[in-house]
């Protein structure tokens, strides 16, 4: 045994002979008792037993009376978030959507040349976009309505 275990069991016996001794004096006080003063305490224990027994009553009436609440309304925030998400739900684009087609960007070298030329022929795309206007059904292609049509999505002026 080393030190600190002697330490513990020298105090362990040092409260064990405490608690033998309060509890002897304890007995022998309640032994010198006169009859009235002991039924005056039992009285008074079973004041407080019984006090403690309303109080815990009480508190199980509450749970009884708001459980069933509780767990109804649980129940329809359930349903409610069920339903709620039954019907199709937002689309968001995908985070990798252009991943594709940047990467053949970048790995075709005459693209990125032409996308880092700074003398574009805006002329053949107002061309391009006049040539599928007259070939296209209702003479409209990508139309704006605001005098700009659009080809791949980016809006240019026709006849300026």
Do not use: C, K
């Not at 600190?4 to 409260?15: A, F, T």
């Not at 985070?95 to 880092?116: K, P, V």
């Not at 391009?128 to 070939?135: E, F, K, L, Q």
């Amino acid at each position: 045994m080393n030190r600190q275990d002697e330490l513990e069991s020298e105090e362990q016996r040092v409260l064990d002979a405490f608690a033998r001794r309060a509890s002897a004096l304890l007995q022998a006080s309640v032994a010198d008792l006169d009859g009235a003063t002991r039924s005056r305490l039992t009285r008074a224990r079973f004041a407080a037993l019984e006090q403690r027994a309303r109080a815990t009553s009480h508190t199980a009436a509450l749970w009884q009376r708001w459980l069933p609440a509780g767990a109804i309304s649980a129940a329809v925030l359930s349903v409610l978030l069920v339903v709620g998400q039954s019907g199709s739900p937002p689309m968001l684009p995908a985070a990798n959507s252009g991943a594709a087609d940047d990467i053949e960007l970048l790995a075709d070298a005459d693209g990125l040349a032409l996308a880092q030329e700074q003398d574009v022929d805006y002329e053949f795309y107002e061309w391009a976009v006049g040539s599928a206007r007259d070939a296209a059904p209702g003479g409209t292609v990508n139309d704006t309505g605001n005098g700009s049509a659009g080809v791949g999505g980016s809006p240019l002026s026709v006849g300026t």
